[in-house]
Nanobody, 121 residues
């Protein structure tokens, strides 16, 4: 059994910063790709950023230069540093990871419960 628990969401003024964290726990053998998604009000969930096991990253165009994804494999944790936040960044942010369990073949995708980020003055 694996759990992903997010933290760090909240209310911030435009131009402000937040740092999201997502910690995985359970019978984990290895974590491969880790991702952050967001779901804007009334829209589908879209990917924001991803980080490969080797540290390579990729970002959705609207957050490039403002958001930074990173990982700490010793802590089974992925982070999303969000700077220069805009009202249009308001959404529920969720983490996702491809995880291999101890004693089992292959990987499965796991999701966190989501955390609300609201950018408003």
């Amino acid at each position: 059994q694996v759990q992903l628990v997010e933290s760090g969401g909240g209310l911030v003024q435009p131009g402000g910063s937040l740092r999201l964290s997502c910690a995985a726990s359970g019978s984990i053998s290895a974590i491969y790709y880790m991702r952050w998604y967001r779901q804007l009000p009334g829209k589908q969930r879209d990917i924001v950023a991803l980080i490969a096991p080797d540290g390579n990253t990729n970002y959705e165009d609207s957050v490039k230069g403002r958001f930074t994804i990173s990982r700490d494999d010793a802590k089974n944790t992925v982070y999303l540093q969000m700077n220069s936040l805009k009202p249009e960044d308001t959404a529920v942010y969720s983490c996702n990871a491809d995880i291999a369990l101890m004693g089992r073949w292959g990987t499965s995708a796991y999701w966190g419960q989501g955390t609300q980020v609201t950018v408003s003055s």
